[in-house]
């Protein structure tokens, strides 16, 4: 098989691409969606991780579950918040929402 | 080093779809391509978990992140009429944040690559046994008393909470909802 | 004397006997069952579509295509050439990498699930653990396929189809997973190949008569066809999510609708009808490639018949009947079968698995056929009172409470 360690750098490199995503975009729809990218390389980690050091113990692959109902959780949530702001705002840049600095 | 066989070159087809469809989704203007990039992130994901001998999560993946998510976010852009805002793609801090990703994937590259290639780098980096859990004991494992069904049915009120306030916030409020 | 177990793996003996390299005869085989189980549909679907032209034909009093060949059933392949030598025509605006990538994933999405449909006990493309999951996860990339559609084409009518499809597909995925649930339950397996082994004895249709019932409807909502076609109502949108595309790409989006129309049926009949178990179907599987044809058949030619007499539903009253009617019975549905299941099994009234014989199985088939009649009776009668309510008030014939409540205060002052 290919060694553990690519896995881990192809989840180093999303995990890196989200971040920047995240810092750098001004969309919130485009930082939600770098979450997820950020979410989906910890995802190939735990499972990567489970396959190749843990294969009979299930908790690499119930984390994994877990990170699906939580990215769940959050795309709905954080759509919906976003779906909010742009009613009140009209407007979905985030540097644009800024009510609370008065 | 690596044999070229038909699992390595699956391995480096899925790459190229993870990290070229992530690169896509944080750089395209268009944030409709910007979702559909992600798919192509996301399926690659799936096809990594297909290789690692885990079907149950790569199917999920496709229900759950491509099926659901990614075609809400694809709405949620729709209604925020996100894609006629296209002036400015990154802000002001985007050079810092390019540095600080840029940094980051250094210092987890040499962290992940140091073990195996390092000092001591005596780690054969393959998996300890190919006697792999089955789908059944993930079944089991996420009901069992002493494993994970605890964790379960906190996930499961999480996503009911979850539902219940996302349909809250994102409700019209000026729109009666009586009848 | 190599036994046959399939053809693809009988063959790469015979290709390496004739010094082909192993793993390349390998490769050629896998390749050869893969064309095989994809082109299967996309050859039936020329059929399908002149069976459904003739049958929607006789239920509106017309004799439907009789010009090509006998009984013009060459009529579609005359259709598909015309479809092939027409221009075809990308719309200014229109995105075009996604708008051409459209029809391709459209047609990918059914035809995938073609691969873990059980065609005999020994013909399956790939039997996964994860069958029942798989065909799920495959079909909603459909959803995907027509919401670049409709967005590409920069058309408006495009993107509201677009827009209903979101609605429509999304909601009756519910309770198209939660009644998927019986089965899997039942059989204690997600795999298709097991669902249908765990079938020999006794069809879930007679077991879960109500999760039938319910995946069937769900199955016309995800397929969007009559009653339920919101996606590309002519009145409303003029063709919906594919009123841009034309020549070969529009035939593909016309072939993937037919062929998901069958496919869903075929998934039916595996699911519920036992998919290919008949007698003699484990000695001559091509036996039992036939049944689950003839099984198809019968669920198919109902949904034509529903599809050509029923009117279309308006599109708040889809979504709220799922919401309000299929989802709320599909959960109940799951919940009392999974703790008749659950009863059953410590009872002991369980037949062993594999277990051929019919009255092995009655015990348990009656009592969650008990189950089944219990829930439809509940539903049925809910269903009536909320209907005579809705009736009451149309007519403003029933009282109202308010009245009736200050009434009684000023009497009790």
């Known amino acids: 098989m290919v060694p553990l360690w690519m896995y881990l750098l192809v989840g180093a490199g999303l995990f890196c691409i989200g971040v920047y995503g995240v810092l750098a975009r001004r969309n919130a729809v485009a930082i939600l969606m770098s979450i997820e990218l950020m979410l989906t390389a910890v995802n190939i980690n735990l499972v990567a991780f489970w396959r190749y050091v843990t294969p009979q113990n299930m908790s690499g692959q119930a984390f994994t579950a877990f990170v699906f109902v939580v990215a769940a959780a959050e795309a709905a949530v954080g759509l919906a918040i976003i779906i909010s702001i742009y009613r009140n705002r009209r407007s979905v840049i985030v540097e644009e929402v800024n009510v609370l600095r008065g | ?179 | 004397m190599q036994t046959c177990v399939n053809v693809v793996e009988t063959m790469v003996p015979c290709l390496v006997q004739g010094g082909v390299d192993p793993g390349l005869a390998q490769f050629i085989s896998i390749l050869l069952g893969v064309v095989l189980v994809s082109a299967f549909p996309l050859v039936l679907v020329i059929l399908l579509i002149w069976v459904e032209r003739k049958i929607a034909a006789r239920v509106q009093d017309r004799i439907g295509p009789n010009r090509v060949g006998p009984w013009g059933i060459l009529q579609n392949v005359a259709d598909a050439v015309k479809l092939i030598i027409k221009e075809d025509i990308t719309p200014a605006g229109a995105d075009r990498l996604v708008y051409n990538a459209a029809p391709i994933i459209a047609m990918l999405s059914v035809i995938l699930i073609w691969a873990v449909v059980p065609f005999s006990p020994v013909h399956i493309g790939v039997d996964l653990d994860i069958g029942v999951l798989y065909f799920t996860a495959v079909s909603s990339i459909g959803t995907l396929a027509i919401m670049m559609a409709g967005w590409s084409s920069n058309n408006k009518y495009a993107l509201l189809g677009a827009f209903r499809v979101v609605a429509q597909l999304l909601s009756y995925e519910v309770p198209f997973v939660l009644t998927l649930l019986v089965p899997v339950m039942l059989a204690g397996s997600m795999s298709t190949q097991d669902i249908v082994w765990g079938q020999v004895g006794m069809w879930y249709i007679v077991v879960a008569p109500i999760s039938a019932l319910i995946f069937y409807i769900a199955n016309l909502g995800e397929t969007g066809r009559a009653p339920f076609d919101l996606i590309e109502a002519e009145s409303e949108l003029v063709a919906g999510y594919n009123i841009e595309y034309s020549g070969m790409k529009f035939g593909l989006f016309m072939a993937n609708e037919f062929m998901h129309a069958f496919t869903a049926n075929l998934l039916f009949a595996v699911v519920f009808l036992g998919g290919w178990w008949g007698p003699g179907a484990t000695e001559i599987p091509f036996l039992g490639f036939l049944y689950l044809m003839i099984k198809t058949t019968i669920v198919y030619i109902p949904s034509l018949i529903l599809r050509a007499t029923i009117p279309r539903l308006r599109v708040d009253q889809m979504i709220s009947f799922n919401w309000k009617v299929l989802v709320p019975i599909s959960i109940l549905n799951v919940v009392v079968m999974a703790l008749l299941i659950k009863i059953v099994q410590v009872a002991g009234i369980a037949p062993a698995p594999g277990e051929t014989d019919f009255l092995a199985h009655l015990p348990m088939t009656v009592v969650l056929l008990l189950g089944n009649v219990g829930i439809g009776a509940g539903v049925v009668t809910v269903l009536r009172n909320a209907g005579r309510r809705d009736r009451m008030e149309a007519q403003d014939l029933v009282l109202e409470p308010n009245d009736e409540k200050s009434l009684s205060v000023t009497v009790a002052h």
């Open chain 2, 1 to 179: 080093m690596l044999e070229l066989n038909a699992q390595s070159i699956a391995f480096f087809i899925f790459s190229v779809l993870v990290l070229g469809g992530a690169i896509g989704v944080v750089t395209s203007r268009n944030l409709i391509h910007g979702a559909l990039y992600l798919i192509v992130s996301l399926f690659g994901g799936a096809g990594f978990f297909v290789l690692l001998s885990a079907p149950f999560l790569a199917a999920v993946q496709v229900l759950v992140y491509i099926g659901a998510i990614a075609i809400l976010i694809i709405f949620a852009v729709m209604l925020t009429r996100s894609m006629t805002q296209l002036r400015e793609l990154v802000n002001a801090q985007w050079w810092l944040s390019a540095i600080v990703g840029i940094a980051l994937f250094v210092l987890l590259a040499v962290a992940v690559i140091l073990p195996v290639w390092g000092v001591d780098g005596t780690n054969p980096n393959q998996p300890v046994s190919d006697d792999i859990a089955t789908i059944q004991d993930l079944g089991v494992a996420l009901v069992d008393g002493n494993q994970y069904v605890l964790p379960f049915e906190v996930a499961s009120l999480l996503l009911t909470a979850a539902m219940i306030g996302a349909i809250f916030i994102a409700r019209d409020t000026s729109v009666d909802m009586d009848d």
